[in-house]
């Protein structure tokens, strides 16, 4: 259970860490910020 609560704690904080570097137009933070979020949902949408 802790080590849940540590894993949630890394992911929270390294997403954060990209979007603060989207906001400064950082390519490479879009590219991991899309890819973990939104890739399989843009497959989906294409494939249905």
Known sequence: ???EQ???IK???EDSFYIEELKK???K???FIF???YKDLVY???VF
């Open 35 to 37: 890819n973990k979020y």
């Open 11 to 13: 992911f929270v904080s």
């Open 29 to 31: 933070a879009f590219e």
């Open 1 to 3: 259970m802790e080590d």
């Open 25 to 27: 137009g950082n390519i």
């Open 44 to 46: 989906f949408c294409n």
């Open 6 to 8: 540590i894993n949630k």
